[in-house]
């Protein structure tokens, strides 16, 4: 497999280097000796709770149930959580995850994280889920609400997800494969492998994804390869280094009209039940090709206190060839630095778990416009954004009943941004001279949980937050063609919740009720063709989640979100806020036929929702469907096998659809895929 580097300037990666190097020489995790193993306790595989909130810890044997499905696809199975499919290439492809309903800007509202690293961007363009191969991930911490902007800083507004890979050093030796087949030319191969040397191994994976897609011009294709090396220096320190490189082709099949305008031989008509699989655009297609190098190391001098260091380097490169709107060629170049503690105490007989930290992050982004001519660039745009933040969470269990938590951030962005206007023909803009513009916000967290035995659990909390405007937002703030001064308002959020959560041998539930206020929240007006800061806005909504096995044979699970997004005033008042459905279910019910074969059906509905773009909630609405998925699983002498079969009823539907903001019964849709089957099959040496 060849994997691109180019991009890359070498004094980066020298100074990189050096500082890997440092960090691992004066301050490396956490180790406790036992009888017959050093066990390893890394600040990654430490819960952040936040006390009062809803966490969802979603394990590894979970996301082993699942494993041909894609991480949105799975983490889409807690309730409140939506997932956005775009052009149903599979495989994670231009996949994005919505919590608690902010459509369009879901990206901008919730923090991606791997291994407590961010891979959300500072432009629009989606967090790549095809790089992680679900194999490789230990667990997944979904943090619902704006508290997680206390630990993870700004644009987490809805909450935060982090996905964990094993970060501990193997002590064998061990190998893997597994291929995956599926309709419309889907076709994986993955191999990986873990040497050990003494305290210390190297992980190596890569895997290969092709897919010709349901629409035409939707196909995939993708080389991926990971090397992680996991080390113990001693029974107090640890490292972690891990270095991924990605190299992506897709192609861009674009929406399928009805009733309005359209490039191909739709033009005018109802083009979804004529043709859902095809394009007006046939030769649109985007590359994306990057790296990223993560590193960790801590230092435990007692059972009590954790010292860790955790920074990452990404790079990455993108270009959309449109050949009806223009090409756009856009870099990112992205530094963190995130040292933490860790300390427990006991204080006036109360004990304290606390997490304090500072976020340095720093971003260069550069994207070139140009026509579909190959002309001339048109339009340049660079930014340079910084932000540094300082954070402390408290959690105290003041005894055996009743816990609180209390956490507070403080962060400043610097952003410097410009527009420069190429020499192509006709561009009459004044150029927008570099302006430097700083930003200061805070993130607070409050929250309680009582503990009533056999009663389960009550729990409280609020909450603030703050979403700054992302690259795009801020380009799109006026039309193309007009020099910009890139000024949106920061997005601000409180909000509440309460609950309830019991779990005992029998069953185990959860109900959550939040309550969001937003003001400025940002917001592309289709009827003034802007992105600018809407009046105040509301949020609020009930999740429930049950798991009941019924004997050891049958298990029944259910996820139910009601969900509802208003502005609370100017004049859209009262008017829901387009994307988000007001009522979704996923209903499963697993059969263990025998040991190492079970069988499960699962059924999602989806209610109706406002088509994006519909701010004035005049257009029809995308209709509600219902799907029904079945899979068998099982292990046949060593051999994993899944044979899995989507949308068994055949239906024809869609879950992203843009709506014309002055005519009637006019839309776009993205059609997804029809009755469709898949098979992998895995073995581990």
Not at 62 to 81: A, F, H, V
Not at 330 to 337: G, K, L, R
């Amino acid at each position: 497999m060849v994997l691109k580097f180019e991009g890359i300037n070498m004094k980066y990666i020298s100074f990189l280097a050096f500082f890997i190097s440092l960090i691992i020489t004066l301050n490396p995790l956490r180790a406790q000796e036992t009888e017959d193993e050093i066990k390893v306790i890394s600040s990654k595989l430490i819960k952040n709770q936040l006390s009062g909130g809803t966490t969802h810890i979603i394990t590894r044997e979970d996301i082993q149930n699942y494993s041909e499905e894609t991480l949105p696809q799975i983490i889409s199975r807690l309730p409140g959580i939506e997932f956005k499919d775009l052009y149903g290439s599979g495989f994670g492809a231009y996949q994005s995850i919505d919590v608690r309903g902010f459509a369009d800007t879901a990206k901008s509202n919730t923090v991606i994280l791997l291994n407590g690293q961010k891979l959300s961007n500072i432009d629009l363009s989606f967090v790549d889920f095809t790089n992680i191969p679900t194999d490789t991930v230990q667990r997944i911490e979904v943090i619902k609400g704006n508290s997680a902007g206390v630990l993870y800083g700004g644009n987490a507004t809805a909450g935060a997800i982090n996905i964990i890979t094993d970060q501990l050093p193997g002590f064998e030796d061990k190998y893997s494969i597994s291929t995956l087949f599926g309709s419309y030319g889907k076709f994986e191969g993955f191999v990986s492998g873990t040497k050990s040397i003494k305290d210390f191994s190297v992980t190596g994976n890569s895997n290969y994804i092709v897919s010709d897609g349901y629409r035409r011009n939707n196909g995939l294709r993708q080389k991926n390869g990971n090397i992680e090396i996991n080390g113990l220096i001693n029974d107090k320190n640890s490292i972690h280094l891990n270095l991924v490189a990605h190299d992506q082709y897709i192609e861009l099949p674009g929406d399928v009209p009805v009733n309005t305008f359209s490039g191909g031989a739709l033009n005018g008509q109802n083009g979804f039940p004529i043709d859902p699989r095809s394009t007006d655009t046939p030769r649109d297609f985007a590359t994306n090709y990057g790296q990223k190098i993560f590193f960790n190391t801590a230092y435990s001098p007692n059972e009590d206190l954790e010292l860790i260091n955790d920074g990452s380097y990404r790079f990455n490169k993108s270009q959309g060839f449109f050949f009806s709107t223009g090409i756009t060629d856009t870099e990112m170049n992205v530094v963190s630095y995130n040292p933490k503690v860790k300390l427990r105490n006991e204080l006036f007989g109360f004990s304290f778990d606390n997490i304090s930290g500072i976020d340095l992050n720093y971003t260069y982004y550069r994207s070139d416009r140009m026509p579909t001519s190959g002309g001339a660039t048109q339009q340049v745009y660079k930014f340079s954004d910084t932000n540094l933040g300082f954070y402390s969470n408290f959690e105290s269990q003041i005894d055996s009943n009743n816990k609180v938590g209390v956490g507070a951030r403080f962060q400043g962005n610097w952003l410097k941004a410009s527009d420069f206007v190429g020499p192509a023909s006709g561009a009459f803009r004044t150029n927008n001279r570099d302006s430097l513009t700083y930003d200061p916000q805070y993130a607070l967290h409050l929250g309680y949980e009582r503990n009533l035995n056999s009663m389960g659990v009550i729990f409280a909390r609020i909450g603030r937050s703050f979403t700054y405007p992302n690259v795009d937002q801020r380009v799109g703030h006026t039309p193309f063609n007009v020099s910009h001064d890139f000024k949106l308002r920061t997005q601000t959020s409180n909000d509440y919740e309460i609950g309830h959560s019991f779990k005992n041998k029998s069953f185990s539930f959860h109900n959550t009720f939040y309550y969001m206020n937003l003001r400025s929240e940002i917001y592309y007006d289709s009827v003034d063709f802007l992105n600018k800061n809407l009046d105040p806005s509301k949020r609020y909504g009930v999740e429930s989640s049950l798991n009941y096995p019924v004997n050891s044979f049958i298990t029944l699970d259910n996820s139910f979100t009601f969900a509802k997004a208003k502005m609370r005033s100017g004049n859209y008042k009262s008017k829901e806020i387009p994307g988000v459905p007001s009522i979704s279910n996923t209903f499963e019910i697993t059969f263990n036929i025998l040991e190492d074969l079970n069988f499960s059906t699962n059924l999602y509905y989806k209610g109706s929702t406002r088509m994006i773009n519909d701010t004035r909630n005049f257009q029809v609405k995308m209709p509600e469907y219902y799907l029904l998925n079945m899979g068998l699983k099982g292990n046949f002498k060593g051999f994993k096998f899944a044979l899995l079969a989507n949308n068994v009823l055949d239906k024809s539907y869609y879950n992203y659809a843009v709506a014309s903001a002055s005519t009637y019964n006019a839309y776009n849709t993205y059609p997804l895929s029809e009755f469709n089957m898949m098979f992998k099959l895995s073995k581990d040496f």
